[in-house]
């Protein structure tokens, strides 16, 4: 069975840090793109930030550069997603999608909360 689960989340006050993993269970992450979207209440899905197959090329959105760094622990088949300097506009169910020109898996998403 092939499983893609986030979790680090949770509840947290403006201005401290979380990290986020992302782990695979079935598969080797390291053949895929992983990419973290996140989802407000009310709002649509949005990307986060992403990172190729080898880690070479990551990527983020403009609202988060800066406070938020993606990488891989491929020793451990996950990606984590370090964010600091959290604000409470970042409050939203965090996904990951990990993902090849032929496949795409995606977690069931982790709940943060960014209280002022």
């Known amino acids: 069975q092939f499983l893609l689960v986030e979790s680090g989340g949770g509840l947290v006050q403006s201005g401290e840090s979380l990290r986020l993993s992302c782990a695979a269970s079935?598969?080797?992450?390291?053949?895929?793109?992983v990419a973290w979207f996140r989802q407000a209440p009310g709002k649509e899905r949005e990307g986060v930030s992403y990172?190729?197959?080898?880690?070479?090329?990551?990527n983020y959105a403009d609202s988060v550069k800066g406070r938020f760094t993606i990488s891989r622990a491929n020793a451990k088949n996950t990606v984590q997603l370090q964010m600091n300097s959290l604000k409470p506009e970042d409050t939203a169910v965090y996904y990951c999608r990990a993902s090849t020109i032929l496949m795409t898996y995606w977690g069931q998403g982790t709940q943060v909360t960014v209280s002022s």
């Open positions: 079935g598969f080797t992450l390291d053949h895929y793109a």
């Open positions: 990172i190729s197959s080898s880690g070479g090329a990551t």
